[in-house]
Structures are given as structure tokens and as C-alpha cells.
């Protein structure tokens, strides 16, 4: 299968494979009571991973099956213990194909509602509010500004 | 046929943007031809949830990762650091950091000085008005007094030290070394039509408040009003030459990727250190069989860029992370030669602030220090707001083994052959590269981090691309003359990066355009026997 068929297509995998990738995530950013923060398999931020993979969809279809290589059968088939030696298995042996698919998921991750404001982030984009940083201490620069020049001179 | 022009420039750049509104005030006929659109600030980035994640895919800073209609493809395989350029109006300032120091005095004279690479035909004092006039234009904030320099004074105030800055500082002090604030193109009060800095903290995604100094809202405006015409969506294939060896205009593909013939009395250059030699090595006939200006061999030659390295520090206390422009302060302790450190020229410290929440994860995952599963979290939160840190801007010197050739197969959208890059780091780099990520870690290690990474050199960090039709007042050592006109071609100028001889060790945008001014000024003052 070539990639612009994946790309053309509806669904970029098959429902084993989302699947598959929907439980990988949850090994890789679990859900968080302490933080009260989802996993990166909650339904919103997997939909949002989806939607981001699909530019990348051959590359995430080959990391597919290689975790399903990796488990002798389905991912989803192992018990939590299993996927998350299999999940690290992965990223030693796959480090290219497992950076993509981490990348995706923390961009998703990263910009939820819930997780911004686990971290005191306003849910919003940097524009057009902004933010604010302090001026800081200007007489930090007080022993610097009595030192001689020290460029060269050049004619 | 299009209306001939007199001066047709190509490239809406740092430079090009310069030299279109300096040549204003002639009243002669000016026309830009430009490949890339016009950018809105309602694109950009900063306007959306997603401002990470677009800077990874379409404002990129790499045109192969873009891949849009407008970029052309760069064959990148043989050099270990990877090309940053944007194409449309503005050019590389609507992605660039806003770094704006100037050269130094003996930036010019790196020959004389310290024996390698070549002396520039023109001093710091030839440009000194032109980088104040400069500064102006695009409107700098910064600070007057830093020992590090001959006295200038930047139209604004400095940017504010915030949390990152000021825990930098005190580790600057401790070690007892030099570091002052930024000259920075961000702006710090209104001005010349520009909101102040709302701090956004994405400066590399294009600024979607106007705050920072891109020349689509510096120069273009002014250049416009003055009547100069700015055409976008055109790429230009050629620069034709008559049979007195003149150039007579050039052939450009305008956005359908229909061929037009624009004629010209004079041709400007403003295109970068790659795309004008690219132009130029495509530009062959009879009489320039080697491309055209490129009698002594050296157009795409000596390709520069400033090897980096990124050192990052992590800390207990919360800093500034994803808040605050990148530009903060910076350091040129180690910048004049000392022969006692194991290499030759030097290098500035930039530093920077922190990390948004997507680039915290990204980074660390990738260093080990943020695990998958249960440990995630527990991590993250140890890290996100808690790492700052700094790039060394090492200065590279010319050697003609690096290049800018075509590719012999890759082309663009409307059929033009790609540059191709072959690059190789000096040793000299390699060693000021080893120590500026020593030096850093010190510094980052006083200022109270627990621990440090680096990067080096930074594979992504080729931003400033120079030296590939070099100035100097000989034909046969040079491809222009010490005011930026080809040797060969009486009535072709250049006014971009590839015109510099050294690469000294700070960014290059300030400079870039303070000699596409003086290039324009000189045009001016010849203008009755521009061609003897």
C-alpha cells in the first residue's frame, strides 16, 4: 500500500490498528489522578492524533506492524505488563518510527484543554493576549557596564 | 513582453527590501520580483492552539519540510547542517529570532588580524552609518555601552530580562564574564506603525502582533509608497545578457507557471547565499558558459554558515518557559581570538528563555530525561517551565570545498534545477564548537542548574548562508567589487549574504542590510557612469 493511498483514503487504518495505536498511547502517556489529567488515549486527544498522523500515515502504518511483530499477534491482546516491554522493545529497536509517533501524540497531548490547565496555562492560543515576563533586576548589569572595551580596533 | 524597468530586483528579503527603498528616492522605475506571497498575520502560528505543531510542518524553517509551491527544493544530503530560509515577502526576517548585532571592527579585517580567511575591501566605519540608518528602519531595541562594541544607540529600550534572563545574568557575573542585552529587531514600544512585544514567545513562527522586524512591515510599506512595484509569485529562472555582455533582464515564471521575459537596465541580487547562486549558475550562454559573473570560478564557492551548538540548563525553580521573546542577552566573552583556546576567530553567546509545552516534551523525550508510562508526568512537571539556556554562534570561515552547485536531477515546480549543498565542518569549527559548549556549561552550571544538555552542532542551525559570490577588488579572487557590482556584468548588482568575505561570529541580518544600503548609496552617487 502506498502512502497516497493511505492519504486518499477514509480511514487511513484499519480498526485493529487504531486499536492498537489508541492502547500505545495510553502506554506512553497514561491517565494521571494525581494530576487529574487524561491519558493520551482519552477519546478527544486520540481523534486529535488521528487527524495529525494522517500526513504521516505510511510511516505510522509500518510502526503498527511492527508493534503487532513485536507482540507474536495483536498489541491489544497483551496484558499492561506485556504492552509496556513491548512498547519500550519498540522504541529501542525503532527509534525513527517511535519519535514520529511520539511526536504526534505530545503536540496533541500538549495543547489539550485539561492538560494546559493541569500545567496553569490559560487554554488558548499566545495571540492575541500574550503574556507577561518581568523586566527583571537591570542593576544586574552594573559589573559589566564599568568593564573596558575589548573589541579590537581595525582600520 | 513586459514594460522594460531600470532596475529590477529580485528577492523581497532583508536585502532586498532594503536596496528597493534606498533606490526609491531616485524616481527611476523599480520593479521587485518576488517567488513567495505575501504572509498574513492572521496565519501565522501565535493566532492558534496549534503554534507548535505548525513549526514543525508549514512554518517550518525548512523549505524541504514546507515543500509548498513557493520554496524550492535543496539537495541538503552532503552537508551536516540542514538549510533554514524563508521564500515570500519579508523573506528570512518573518522567521528569524530577530538577532541584530552588528559586525565588529575587526570583522573586516580577519586576514591582517589573525591571518586566516580574507580582509573585506570595505571596514566597519564604510557601514557604521548604514547600520545606524538600518537600525532605524527596522527599528531596534538594545541597549547603548556594551564594552564588546564601538558606541551605537538603539532606537528602543532593551527587552526585559524576565525569570530566564536574570538567572542567566547572576551566572554570567559569578564567572565574572561579559554579556549585555540583545540588539533585537522586536520591538519594545510602538513604533513606525508596529505593536510592542506582547511577549507570545514564538518568534520563530513569524510574529502575529507585528512586534518583531520582518521587512514585509519595515521597508515594504515605505518602498511601495515611494513607488516601488512589487511583484510576487514570480521565480526567475535566468538572468539574460545581451551581446555586449550586459545583463538585459530576466525570465521568470509568474504563479500559473507561465514564462514572461521582464527587460531591465540594471539587475539586483537579493536572493541569499544560496538562491543567488543558484540563479546565477543557471543563467549560462555562449558567452557564460560557467554561469554568469563567474569568471573566477568562485559563484557558489566558499559557502559559510555559523556552525551552532545549544546548551540547555535544567533548574529547580520555575522560569519564563513558553512566555517571552527568544531574544534576551547575549555574550562576547569569547568572541575576539585568543590563540590560547585552540582556535582561531570566536564566537557569541545568544541566549534564550524556555520552552513551550509541546518543545519540553519533544526535546527531552528525545534526551531520555521524560519517560513513557507511569513516570511521565512526574517528569514532565520536573521539567516544563524549568530549562533555559543558550546557542553559541560560531564564526565559519570561508573554504571554496563548500559549495552551492546544482543538482543534477531535483528540480523545482515550474522546472529549475535545486541548489545542491556539500559542506564539511573545519576543525576549527569543531574545536570553538567543543569549547563554547565547555564554556556554557559552566555558565549555565553558576547560574544554579542541576544538570545540562547540548547539542553540537546544531543540525538544524543553518540560518545564515554567506559567502558564494564574495566581494573583493580583484577579478580573479572575486565575484563582485567593493560595492557590490559583478566584475563581469557592469549592470549586475548583489546585495545579499553572498557578497560577504568572513562570516564573523554574530547573525548576519543587520549587516546584510546595512551593505544593501551603502550598495544602493553607491549606485546613487555613480548613477551618470554607473557602467565604466
Request: some cysteine; glycine content about 10%; proline content about 6%.
Amino acid at each position: 500500500m502506498d502512502n497516497v493511498d493511505l492519504i486518499a483514503g477514509e480511514n487511513p487504518w484499519s480498526a485493529q490498528q487504531r486499536r492498537s495505536l489508541r492502547c500505545l498511547l495510553g502506554r506512553m502517556i497514561p491517565a494521571s489522578g494525581d494530576y487529574g489529567v487524561p491519558g493520551a488515549d482519552d477519546e478527544a486527544i486520540f481523534a486529535d492524533v488521528l487527524t495529525t498522523a494522517r500526513p504521516h500515515a505510511n510511516h505510522v502504518h509500518d510502526a503498527l506492524q511492527r508493534l503487532d511483530a513485536l507482540a507474536q499477534g495483536s498489541y491489544t491482546d497483551l496484558d499492561t505488563a506485556q504492552q509496556l516491554v513491548v512498547a519500550e522493545t519498540f522504541r529501542a529497536e525503532q527509534p525513527a518510527l517511535a519519535g514520529l509517533l511520539a511526536a504526534i501524540t505530545v503536540q496533541c497531548y500538549y495543547r489539550d484543554d485539561r492538560v494546559m490547565r493541569s500545567l496553569d496555562m490559560e487554554p488558548r492560543p499566545p495571540f492575541p493576549k500574550g503574556f507577561e515576563v518581568e523586566a527583571g533586576d537591570w542593576s544586574l548589569l552594573d559589573p559589566v557596564r564599568v568593564r573596558p572595551k575589548f573589541y579590537r580596533e581595525a582600520p | 513582453m513586459t514594460t522594460p524597468v531600470d532596475v529590477l530586483i529580485i528577492g523581497a528579503g532583508a536585502s532586498g527590501a532594503a536596496v528597493a527603498w534606498s533606490l526609491a528616492d531616485t524616481r527611476m522605475r523599480i520593479l521587485c520580483l518576488e517567488q513567495g506571497d505575501w504572509v498574513k498575520s492572521s496565519d501565522y502560528p501565535s493566532n492558534g492552539r496549534d503554534w507548535e505543531a505548525r513549526g514543525m510542518g508549514d512554518f517550518s524553517f525548512s523549505p524541504n519540510r514546507r515543500a509548498s509551491d513557493v520554496d524550492y527544493p535543496v539537495n541538503e544530503d552532503g552537508s551536516p547542517i540542514k538549510i533554514a530560509n524563508f521564500n515570500g515577502v519579508g523573506g528570512g526576517t518573518i522567521l528569524y529570532a530577530g538577532h541584530f548585532p552588528r559586525f565588529h571592527p575587526s570583522d573586516f579585517r580577519v586576514h591582517s588580524l589573525d591571518g586566516v580567511g580574507d580582509d573585506w575591501p570595505i571596514n566597519y566605519q564604510t557601514l557604521e552609518p548604514y547600520y545606524a540608518e538600518n537600525d532605524r528602519m527596522m527599528g531596534i531595541s538594545g541597549l547603548a555601552g556594551d564594552p564588546a562594541y564601538p558606541p551605537m544607540n538603539p532606537v528602543m529600550p532593551p527587552l526585559p530580562l524576565g525569570k530566564a534572563g536574570a538567572k542567566l545574568a547572576k551566572g554570567m557575573n559569578t564567572l565574572g564574564w561579559h554579556w549585555w542585552p540583545s540588539d533585537s529587531g522586536v520591538a519594545t514600544a510602538d513604533y513606525d506603525g508596529r505593536g510592542k512585544c506582547i511577549n507570545l514567545g514564538n518568534c520563530l513562527g513569524g510574529c502575529a502582533q507585528g512586534a518583531k522586524a520582518s521587512t514585509d512591515i519595515t521597508y515594504w510599506p515605505h518602498a511601495i509608497r515611494a513607488g516601488v512595484e512589487l511583484r510576487t509569485r514570480c521565480r526567475v529562472r535566468e538572468i539574460t545578457t545581451n551581446a555586449q555582455g550586459m545583463a538585459s533582464g530576466v525570465i521568470y515564471y509568474d504563479a500559473h507557471g507561465v514564462e514572461h521575459f521582464q527587460a531591465a537596465e540594471v539587475v539586483i541580487l537579493a536572493c541569499n547565499g544560496i538562491g543567488t547562486p543558484r540563479i546565477l549558475l543557471n543563467s549560462t550562454s555562449t558567452r557564460f558558459p560557467n554561469g554568469l559573473a563567474n569568471s573566477s570560478g568562485l559563484v557558489g564557492k566558499n559557502l559559510m554558515f555559523h556552525p551552532y551548538a545549544g546548551i540547555f540548563g535544567y533548574f529547580e525553580e520555575p522560569l519564563d518557559g513558553y512566555r517571552g521573546p527568544l531574544n534576551v542577552i547575549r555574550s562576547q566573552q569569547f568572541y575576539e581570538t585568543d590563540l590560547s583556546r585552540g582556535f582561531v576567530r570566536g564566537y557569541t553567546f545568544e541566549f534564550s528563555r524556555g520552552r513551550g509545552p509541546v518543545g519540553t516534551a519533544l526535546a527531552d523525550i528525545g534526551t531520555g530525561r521524560l519517560p513513557w508510562g507511569a513516570g511521565h508526568h512526574d517528569a514532565y512537571r520536573k521539567l516544563f517551565n524549568r530549562i533555559t539556556g543558550m546557542v553559541a554562534i560560531c564564526e565559519d570561515l570561508p573554504e571554496e570545498h563548500n559549495t552551492v552547485t546544482l543538482d543534477r536531477t531535483l528540480t523545482d515546480s515550474n522546472g529549475i534545477p535545486a541548489p545542491k549543498i556539500d559542506y564539511t565542518l573545519s576543525e576549527n569549527s569543531r574545536r570553538m564548537l567543543d569549547h563554547a559548549v565547555a564554556r556554557a556549561s559552566e555558565a549555565l552550571r553558576a547560574a544554579g542548574a542541576y544538570d545540562v544538555a547540548a547539542e553540537s552542532p546544531l543540525s538544524v542551525g543553518g540560518w545564515h548562508l554567506m559567502g558564494t559570490a564574495r566581494m573583493g577588488t580583484d577579478p580573479s579572487l572575486s565575484v563582485v567589487n567593493e560595492w557590490g557590482r559583478c566584475h563581469d556584468v557592469k549592470n549586475l548588482f548583489i546585495v545579499d549574504g553572498s557578497i560577504f568575505v568572513t562570516s564573523a561570529g554574530v547573525n548576519p541580518t543587520s549587516t546584510i542590510q546595512a551593505l544593501a544600503l551603502y550598495i544602493a548609496d553607491s549606485i546613487k552617487q555613480r548613477l551618470a557612469n554607473l557602467f565604466d
